[in-house]
Nanobody
Framework: QVQLVESGGGLVQVGGSLRLSCRGS????????MGWFRQAPGKQRDLVAR???????DYADSVKGRFTISRDSAANTVYLQMTDLKPEDTSVYYC?????????WGQGTQVTVSS
């Protein structure tokens, strides 16, 4: 059974930093296409960052230069380091794993950036 468990969300002030973690079980993160998405109330879920099994990384334009996605094979975990946070980054952040063309999702973690 595949499970993705996110952690690390919270309340932070403008300009602050947070690191989100997504620990996988039932999958091998290193061999999966992993992504972070976010969804604000009343809006669609949008891609924030992703890393393919081959290590190719890309980011949404709105977070380039501020967010960094990485993975730790030993911990079977993907991270999203977020810096210089802005109020518009406030959302529920979801981890995803694409395994053999099937998408798995975590439960989400709330990030709130206060001004």
């Amino acid at each position: 059974q595949v499970q993705l468990v996110e952690s690390g969300g919270g309340l932070v002030q403008v300009g602050g930093s947070l690191r989100l973690s997504c620990r996988g079980s039932g999958i091998i993160v290193r061999f999966s296409h992993m992504g972070w998405f976010r969804q604000a109330p009343g809006k669609q879920r949008d891609l924030v960052a992703r890393i393919t099994s081959g290590g190719i990384i890309d980011y949404a334009d709105s977070v380039k230069g501020r967010f960094t996605i990485s993975r730790d094979s030993a911990a079977n975990t993907v991270y999203l380091q977020m810096t210089d946070l802005k109020p518009e980054d406030t959302s529920v952040y979801y981890c995803s794993a694409n395994v053999r063309n099937y998408d798995y999702w975590g439960q989400g973690t709330q990030v709130t950036v206060s001004s």
